[in-house]
């Protein structure tokens, strides 16, 4: 368990979110001194018997003080999410070593036992959960399971293909053919425990690496426990 060596570091992501906004600042910088200097030569080589309106300079200038100032707003902006973003990556690494559930296919035998739960949209008929291989390859298929909708319902496997052989130890998919009265297929997901086995930093944000091989942010996590 552990951080990744080669990633980017969190807290870093605000200076270069400021650094990304500097183009657009110096740009808008430049603009607002070329405007001044043409203002000022307006004004010096006016005709004295026809003045220029200076009510139109007046309102330019205003505009432009409008753009700086909403530019500068959005630079503040963009460092604030970075740096909540940091701070979000932070508390995702309380979460390395920890058992986490989230909504995934993956079931992991250990031991020779695998469970996880299911949760299906609409009340079925019957309901069958089919563990395969990586490669899709069908081991077991287990038939008569509650067909309860609105609730996770446990499911364990205990290790064993459909000749009743142990299979090794190895991360599986799980499936649920789940049907109602008319054989209308049923919706579901499933919900799996498993490890948090490192966090990733990168510059489009953090994901946890978890134990069963996926890598996912920690929005999809719905359970944690020691």
């Given amino acids: ?52 309106d200076s009510t139109q300079f007046v309102s330019q200038l205003a505009q432009l003080s409008q753009v ?13 999410d970075a740096k909540l973003s940091a701070i979000g990556g932070m508390s995702d690494v309380a979460l390395m070593g920890k058992t986490v559930s989230l909504a995934s296919d993956r079931i992991e035998l250990r031991d020779g036992q695998a469970s996880t739960s299911y949760e299906l949209a609409a009340p079925a008929d019957k309901v069958t959960a089919i563990i395969k291989t990586e490669d899709g390859t069908e081991l077991r298929r287990i038939t008569g399971l509650p067909g309860r909708s609105g609730e996770k319902i446990a499911l364990s496997w205990d290790g064993r293909d459909s000749a009743g052989l142990p299979v090794p130890d190895d991360t599986f998919r799980v499936e649920i053919d789940a049907q109602d009265a008319d054989g209308n297929a049923v919706s579901y997901d499933t919900y799996p ?13 953090q994901s946890l690496v978890l134990r069963n091989g996926e890598e996912v942010p920690s929005s999809l996590i719905v359970a944690v426990s020691g």
């Fill in 68 to 80: 700086e100032q909403s530019v500068q707003t959005n630079t503040n902006l963009k460092t604030i």
């Fill in 1 to 52: 368990m552990s951080i990744s060596p080669t990633s980017t570091n969190p807290a870093a992501t605000a200076t270069d979110t400021t650094a990304t906004a500097n183009p657009a600042q110096s740009k808008l910088s430049a603009d607002y001194n070329s405007f001044l200097q043409l203002l000022t030569a307006q004004i010096k080589n006016q005709d004295p018997l026809k003045p220029m």
């Fill in 193 to 205: 425990s498993t490890q948090v086995e490192q966090v990733r930093f990168s510059s489009q944000g």
